[in-house]
């Protein structure tokens, strides 16, 4: 079993950039972001497997950053620019797959979620 716990989510005016962290309680081949908003379907935002591959949503392409620390254990996303369609609740998940990209159902550990909310 691994625990994911999201952090660094908020409140940030259009233009701004928040960074989100995941922190895992072990290591795992691939961690991803997703995010839902009120009324819509999860989708995924970003992700990234132990070799460095990562994949990106359209939408986010040029605006978001993931990254994972050393140990492997931590996932981070850089958020600039946001936009008050990023509006959502954001989720840090973990897969026991070499590759998971954007598919939440490849992923087999999902955490809580934090907020993100994006004011014009």
């Known amino acids: 079993q691994v625990q994911l716990a999201e952090s660094g989510g908020g409140s940030v005016q259009a233009g701004g950039s928040l960074r989100l962290s995941c922190a895992a309680s072990?290591?795992?081949?691939?961690m991803g972001w997703f995010r839902q908003a009120p009324g819509k379907e999860r989708e995924g935002v970003a992700s990234?497997?132990?070799?460095?591959?990562?994949s990106y949503a359209d939408s986010v392409k040029g605006r978001f950053t993931i990254s994972r620390d050393n140990a492997q254990k931590n996932l981070y996303l850089q958020m600039n620019s946001l936009k008050p369609e990023n509006t959502a609740m954001y989720f840090c998940?973990?897969?026991?797959?070499?590759?998971?990209?954007?598919?939440?159902?490849?992923?087999?550990?999902w955490g809580q979620g934090t907020q993100v909310t994006v004011s014009s």
């Open positions: 998940a973990a897969g026991r797959s070499f590759y998971c990209g954007l598919d939440g159902g490849r992923y087999n550990y």
């Open positions: 990234m497997n132990v070799a460095g591959s990562t």
């Open positions: 072990r290591y795992t081949y691939c």
